[in-house]
């Protein structure tokens, strides 16, 4: 098993370089478990604010065409 460690700075920086919110967390860890839901929470809204422009583009693109 691998035990490979990346130090949060290193993440962040990858992260920033994608423009990708960093989250930490861990299941074993009971003072971070919480941190699980607004992780949830988070993803999905940024996937519903992307999927709301990435309709918008399509409505505007579809509107211009015709």
Avoid: C
Avoid at 6 to 18: C, G, I, L, M, P
Avoid at 27 to 42: L, Q, R
Avoid at 48 to 61: P, S
């Amino acid at each position: 098993m691998s035990l490979v460690q990346v130090s949060t700075n290193e993440a962040q920086r990858f992260a920033d370089k994608y423009n990708m919110p960093l989250f930490e967390t861990s299941a074993k860890d009971e003072g971070k478990t919480d941190h699980v839901d607004s992780i949830f929470m988070t993803v999905a809204h940024k996937l519903k604010v992307r999927d709301i422009k990435n309709l918008w583009f399509y409505v505007k693109n579809e509107t211009n065409n015709e």
